[in-house]
């Protein structure tokens, strides 16, 4: 498009948003156009007004992720990227741009696997000259449309998941670490944190008191509620409080597409864990890794992984003494019922979104070394009813641009003000509703055990 012309085209952009700020196809569009007039900050801009106006619209969050990762700023966008696939593990165009975004990152294995995702979801996605980068000739992996089977009879001396080597995770690209957070990193939550102190903690700091009760160290507990609540960030918070090792394991760090690798990635994780005891297994997004198996009659693979899943809570080839399994979902409902029996997430604790003076503790921490004036926390969190942790720092984050902009245009830095906070909370709504509609429903129709006591509780209260 000659440049005349696109400046025509997004001047009148321009003034159809006026008139229609939130519309997300045009809010697109002109990002698309913006950068191929070389305007990728505007671009960027635009597609964060975007999200704010829709924090799931995908379109949005791919477009972001492509943009950042063009401007090398990888890590953002792998961010992003998870993000838009913890809406949609199934948007095949995210786990390809995922792949190549890891690549770049270093993260040759985990990008493998997002390709061969992208391309099982999709295979007009595949790219041969991106696989010549993806899949040297010394990468012992296969390219996606050749199947290759690792079982344990297939003979093959590359298995990449044969047991003689002393690290089971480096096998499947995870590691194990200590976090350094602690519940001081953690803003509010004072009665969820004293739930994990007396479920998790004490218990790892006074074995002996809960031995002659006859109470085990260790267990699971499911951590659930709406999403971009913290239940990841409490869980690491959860290990470090207590001193011990810690595993994150997302759903494409076990989910495979070649029979039965999935339930062997999964037994050398339980197995590191047990090695390395006291450990902490936290896994995100667990209704992917175990659904209701009612609901499975046409995926067998998916019926085998949930057994496979049981049989390693259950310790059935090892104790599982010492080895404490977190596991986060927005979706209880979809769990499968028989991983709420007793030693297996038989504790459920519901993570809410952080009352007002959470609210003021998060604000105040995603405001720590950005230039503000003096700022009252509490009357800004008052006007975040139900905002989830992830809902403020995207508030933070445009009430920080709207001042970068006026600095940009003065050269003179500016600090934020209430009045850039109360500008982005016209834009930025609560992302939460709609997870707490839903779980109203199950709290009134569907909570014959009281499982979802806490979420009913939570919604008769007047303040929070």
Known sequence: MPDEQLEKTLEALRQALQFSPSNGPLLRHYAELLRSAGRDDQARETLLAALGADARDEAALLQLARLLHAQNKTEEAAAKLSVLLGFNDKNADAHLEMARVLLDLKRREKAQRHYQI???LDPTLLDSAFETRLFP???PAEKPRVARNYGPDSGDEDDPFSDDDEDPLAKIGLQMEKPDLNFEGVGGMANLKEEIRLNIIYPFEHPEIYAAYGKKIGGGILLYGPPGCGKTFIARATAGQVGAQFIAVGIEDVLDMWHGQSERKLHLIFEAARRKAPTVIFFDELDALAGKRSDMSHSPHAR???NQFLSELDGVKGGNDNLLILGATNSPWHIDPAFRRPGRFD????VPPPDSAARAEILALHCHNKPT??????KIAAR???????????TVDMAAETALRETLKTGKLRALTERDFASALQQIKPTTE????????YALYSNGTGTYDAVADYLNRKED
Request: net charge negative; glycine share 2%.
């Open 118 to 120: 992208a391309a099982d």
């Open 137 to 139: 000739p010394e990468t």
């Open 304 to 306: 085998t992984l949930v």
């Open 347 to 350: 504790k459920i604790v519901f």
């Open 373 to 378: 004036e003096k700022l009252d926390f509490a």
């Open 384 to 394: 975040m009813k139900r905002f989830s942790g992830a809902d403020i720092a995207a």
């Open 434 to 441: 709609e997870w707490l509609a839903t779980a109203r429903n």
